[in-house]
Nanobody, 121 residues
Framework: EVQLVESGGGLVQPGGSLRLSCAAS????????MGWVRQAPGKGLEWVSA????????SYADSVKGRFTISRDTAKNTLYLQMNNVKPEDTAVYYC??????????????WGQGTRVTVSS
C-alpha cells in the first residue's frame, strides 16, 4: 500500500522556523518527484514546492521562495520542508504528495493526511 505520513506541524511564532517531514512507504521513493501542497483555512489548495527524484531540481511558489527549502533523503524514504521566517499567511494544513512520475510534473496521485501549521504570536 502506497502511504505518505506527514509530521512536524504545530504552532510557531512569526519569524520562526519549522521542519515538516513526510515518511513514504509502499513504492520506490527514489523513482518519483515529490511535492508539498497546502490549504489555508477557508481556501483552496496551493502548490508550495516540488523536488525531482535525485534532488537536482527544485521548484517553489513565489509566496515561499527564499524562505522554504524542500529536500529528500532517499535512504530514509523521507521528504522534508524546512520553513524559515514563517508568516501568518503560511498558516495551513500541509500535504505531502507523490508525483505521477519524474521529473517534476505537478500531477499528484497520492497524498498524505496532512499536518497543520499555525503561525501566530
Amino acid at each position: 500500500e502506497v502511504q505518505l505520513v506527514e509530521s512536524g506541524g504545530g504552532l510557531v511564532q512569526p519569524g520562526g522556523s519549522l521542519r515538516l517531514s513526510c515518511a513514504a512507504s509502499g513504492f520506490t521513493f527514489g523513482d518519483y518527484a515529490m511535492g508539498w501542497v497546502r490549504q489555508a483555512p477557508g481556501k483552496g489548495l496551493e502548490w508550495v514546492s516540488a523536488v525531482n527524484s535525485n534532488s537536482a531540481t527544485t521548484s517553489y511558489a513565489d509566496s515561499v521562495k527564499g524562505r522554504f527549502t524542500i529536500s529528500r533523503d532517499t535512504a530514509k524514504n523521507t521528504l522534508y520542508l524546512q520553513m524559515n521566517n514563517v508568516k501568518p499567511e503560511d498558516t495551513a494544513v500541509y500535504y505531502c504528495a507523490k508525483d505521477l512520475t519524474d521529473p517534476i510534473g505537478g500531477r499528484y496521485d497520492t497524498w498524505g493526511q496532512g499536518t497543520r501549521v499555525t503561525v501566530s504570536s
